[in-house]
C-alpha cells in the first residue's frame, strides 16, 4: 500500500523553504501515537480540532458586539476561519507548512470567553493572577476535549501547542508558521470590527483617520490585501515574520483608534454590565 504521508513528508522536505517547519522535524506528541499512513501530523492535529467540541462552540461566541441584530456580524467561527484564511495565503507565499499554519488557526481561540471581550475583561479581574484566553485555549486541547473514551486531550504536537499559547500578546512563537497565525489574528479581527461597528452604526467611515487609510487601504479587501504583501515582501527568506516599519505605525494606530472609538465605545459596552454580572 502508498503510504501518503510518507510522500507528502519527503516533498516537505524537498520543496518547503528552510525556514519551514517540516513535520519531520516535529518535536511530536505528548503521549505517543501510532503514524497515520494518509495524512501527517499537522494534518491529523487540524483535522482533531475541526471535529472538536469546542470549535463547534465558537460558532455561539461574539466578537465585540454582544447580541447583535442580523446575520452579518462576525464570531469566533467565522474569525478564526478569516484568521486561517489569510495565515495560509502568506504561509504559501513564503513557502512554509500550510498545514501546521492552518492548525493553529483553528485552534488559536478555542478557550476564549463567551461575551466577546467583555467576558475576557471581566475573568481578568476576577482570577487572582489574571486571565488571557491562550491559556485556557491549550488547556482545551490538552485537557478539556475527549476523543475517545477515557481518553482526555486532542494529544496534539507540540508546535500546534506552542502556536495557540504564544499566539497574540503572550511571547513569540517558536515557528514562523505560529508567528504569521498571531500576526493575522490582530490582521483579521481589526479589519472585521471596522467592518461590523460600521455596520452597528458605531462608527462612520469618516471617522477614520485620512492617514491610516493611505497606508492600509480603504476598503476592507484593500486592507488585508496590503498587509498580506507587506508581510509577504518583509518577510521572505527571513527567519522570522515582519511588517515595514510604515505599515507597523499605521496599523497600531488603526488599534489605538479601535480601542477609542470601538472597543469602549458607550454603545457597543452598553450590554457588558449585564454580562459581567453573568461571569
Same mark, same amino acid.
Given at each position: 500500500?502508498?503510504?501518503?504521508?510518507?510522500?507528502?513528508?519527503?516533498?516537505?522536505?524537498?520543496?518547503?523553504?528552510?525556514?519551514?517547519?517540516?513535520?519531520?522535524?516535529?518535536?511530536?506528541?505528548?503521549?505517543?501515537?501510532?503514524?497515520?499512513?494518509?495524512?501527517?501530523?499537522?494534518?491529523?492535529?487540524?483535522?482533531?480540532?475541526?471535529?472538536?467540541?469546542?470549535?463547534?462552540?465558537?460558532?455561539?461566541?461574539?466578537?465585540?458586539?454582544?447580541?447583535?441584530?442580523?446575520?452579518?456580524?462576525?464570531?469566533?467561527?467565522?474569525?478564526?476561519?478569516?484568521?486561517? /484564511? %489569510?495565515?495560509?495565503?502568506?504561509? !504559501?507565499?513564503?513557502? #512554509? @507548512?500550510? *498545514?501546521?499554519?492552518? +492548525? $493553529?488557526?483553528?485552534?488559536?481561540?478555542?478557550?476564549?470567553?463567551?461575551?466577546?471581550?467583555?467576558?475576557?475583561?471581566?475573568?481578568?479581574?476576577?482570577?487572582?493572577?489574571?486571565?488571557?484566553?491562550?491559556?485556557?485555549?491549550?488547556?482545551?486541547?490538552?485537557?478539556?476535549?475527549?476523543?475517545?473514551?477515557?481518553?482526555?486531550?486532542?494529544?496534539?504536537?507540540?508546535?500546534?501547542?506552542?502556536?495557540?499559547?504564544?499566539?497574540?500578546?503572550?511571547?513569540?512563537?517558536?515557528?514562523?508558521?505560529? /508567528? %504569521?497565525?498571531?500576526?493575522?489574528? !490582530?490582521?483579521?479581527? #481589526? @479589519?472585521? *470590527?471596522?467592518?461590523? +461597528? $460600521?455596520?452597528?452604526?458605531?462608527?462612520?467611515?469618516?471617522?477614520?483617520?485620512?492617514?491610516?487609510?493611505?497606508?492600509?487601504?480603504?476598503?476592507?479587501?484593500?486592507?488585508?490585501?496590503?498587509?498580506?504583501?507587506?508581510?509577504?515582501?518583509?518577510?521572505?527568506?527571513?527567519?522570522?515574520?515582519?511588517?515595514?516599519?510604515?505599515?507597523?505605525?499605521?496599523?497600531?494606530?488603526?488599534?489605538?483608534?479601535?480601542?477609542?472609538?470601538?472597543?469602549?465605545?458607550?454603545?457597543?459596552?452598553?450590554?457588558?454590565?449585564?454580562?459581567?454580572?453573568?461571569?
Amino acid at each position: 500500500m502508498i503510504n501518503y504521508r510518507e510522500i507528502q513528508e519527503a516533498f516537505e522536505i524537498e520543496k518547503l523553504s528552510e525556514y519551514a517547519q517540516k513535520v519531520s522535524n516535529s518535536n511530536g506528541r505528548r503521549m505517543a501515537e501510532s503514524p497515520c499512513p494518509l495524512r501527517t501530523d499537522y494534518q491529523r492535529d487540524r483535522d482533531r480540532i475541526i471535529h472538536s467540541k469546542s470549535f463547534r462552540r465558537l460558532k455561539h461566541k461574539t466578537q465585540v458586539f454582544l447580541s447583535p441584530e442580523g446575520d452579518h456580524y462576525r464570531t469566533r467561527l467565522t474569525h478564526t476561519l478569516e484568521v486561517a /484564511q %489569510i495565515a495560509r495565503t502568506i504561509a !504559501r507565499a513564503l513557502n #512554509l @507548512n500550510e *498545514d501546521l499554519t492552518e +492548525a $493553529i488557526a483553528m485552534g488559536h481561540d478555542l478557550g476564549h470567553t463567551p461575551f466577546g471581550h467583555c467576558g475576557e475583561e471581566r475573568l481578568n479581574l476576577i482570577h487572582p493572577s489574571g486571565f488571557k484566553h491562550n491559556e485556557p485555549s491549550l488547556r482545551v486541547v490538552d485537557y478539556l476535549e475527549r476523543r475517545d473514551k477515557g481518553k482526555f486531550g486532542l494529544n496534539l504536537t507540540a508546535e500546534v501547542r506552542d502556536g495557540i499559547v504564544h499566539h497574540g500578546s503572550s511571547g513569540s512563537p517558536l515557528t514562523l508558521e505560529g /508567528q %504569521i497565525v498571531s500576526k493575522c489574528d !490582530r490582521i483579521a479581527y #481589526l @479589519n472585521h *470590527d471596522i467592518d461590523d +461597528a $460600521i455596520r452597528a452604526n458605531v462608527l462612520k467611515f469618516s471617522q477614520i483617520p485620512e492617514d491610516i487609510l493611505t497606508v492600509l487601504g480603504r476598503s476592507h479587501g484593500e486592507r488585508i490585501n496590503s498587509m498580506i504583501f507587506d508581510i509577504i515582501r518583509n518577510s521572505h527568506e527571513k527567519s522570522t515574520i515582519n511588517m515595514s516599519e510604515e505599515m507597523e505605525y499605521a496599523f497600531v494606530k488603526l488599534r489605538t483608534f479601535m480601542f477609542e472609538h470601538v472597543y469602549f465605545n458607550k454603545d457597543a459596552k452598553k450590554e457588558e454590565e449585564r454580562a459581567a454580572y453573568i461571569v
